[in-house]
C-alpha cells in the first residue's frame, strides 16, 4: 500500500479496505487448502481424482455444495471470502466417504441396472474409461456409456459366469426363461431361427 500522507483520507480508507479484503480473501484460501488436504488427504480434487482412479465427487459424498467445494478448492480466485468461509466451515462439518464406498458408489452409477448382476472387475473398466476418456477421472462423463467395455469383456469374462447360472438352473426353468426371451428379443428368437 502506498504510504499513507501520498493519498487524501478517502482513498486512503479506500485503498485500506481493497488489502483488508485481499488479505481476508488470501487467508480464506490458504484455510481452504488446508481444510481440503486434511478432509481428502490431497492437495487439490484432480490430484485426489487421479490418485483414487475416481471422479472426486465421490469423496464428498451427499454434501450439496460439492460443485462449488471443488471449484473453490482449485480456482479460489473465483469466489468471495465470505464464500470461502462457508465452504471451509461444510468441510468442516462433513467427514470423506471411505474409498471402498466411493468405489462401491462409482459402479452403482456407471454400470447400467440390466449389467449390474455381472461381477464386472473394477480396475478393468477404469481402464477401459481412462482408455476412452482421458486420464483425469473428474472429466470422465457421468454414467458414460460402457456398452463397448461390456461387449469387449463377454467373451472372457461374462460368458463363463453366464453359463454356470445356466448350467445351474433346473432345466425345465432354463426352458420357460428360454422361452421367453425368445418371445421378448428379437434378435435371440431369429438367432434360434436360423
Not at 488427504?41 to 469423496?59: D, H, K, M, Y
Not at 464428498?60 to 466451515?89: K, W, Y
Not at 433346473?170 to 426371451?181: A, I, R, S
Request: charged share 20%; glycine share 4%.
Amino acid at each position: 500500500m502506498p504510504l499513507g500522507y501520498e493519498l487524501d483520507e478517502n482513498a486512503f480508507l479506500e485503498e485500506f479496505s481493497v488489502c483488508i479484503e485481499t488479505h481476508a480473501k488470501q487467508s480464506a484460501q490458504h484455510i481452504l487448502r488446508d481444510t481440503w488436504q486434511k478432509f481428502s488427504g490431497a492437495s487439490t480434487p484432480s490430484e485426489w481424482a487421479i490418485n483414487a482412479q475416481l471422479p472426486v465427487r465421490f469423496v464428498l459424498g451427499e454434501i450439496s455444495e460439492s460443485g462449488d467445494i471443488i471449484s473453490a478448492v482449485e480456482h479460489p480466485e473465483n469466489f468471495t471470502s465470505e464464500r470461502l468461509n462457508q465452504l471451509i466451515e461444510v468441510l468442516k462439518n462433513h467427514s470423506p466417504v471411505r474409498i471402498a464406498q466411493c468405489q462401491q458408489n462409482f459402479m452403482n452409477e456407471t454400470v447400467p441396472n440390466k449389467f449390474a448382476r455381472l461381477d464386472i472387475n473394477l480396475a478393468s473398466l477404469l481402464t477401459y474409461l481412462d482408455g476412452a476418456f482421458g486420464s483425469q477421472p473428474n472429466t470422465w462423463p457421468i454414467k458414460p456409456n460402457i456398452n463397448t467395455f461390456i461387449h469387449g469383456q463377454y467373451r472372457n469374462t461374462f460368458a463363463p459366469q453366464v453359463a454356470e447360472k445356466i448350467r445351474l438352473t433346473p432345466p425345465e426353468k432354463l426352458k420357460e426363461d428360454l422361452l421367453q426371451l425368445v418371445r421378448n428379443n428379437p434378435d435371440l428368437g431369429l438367432a434360434f431361427w436360423e
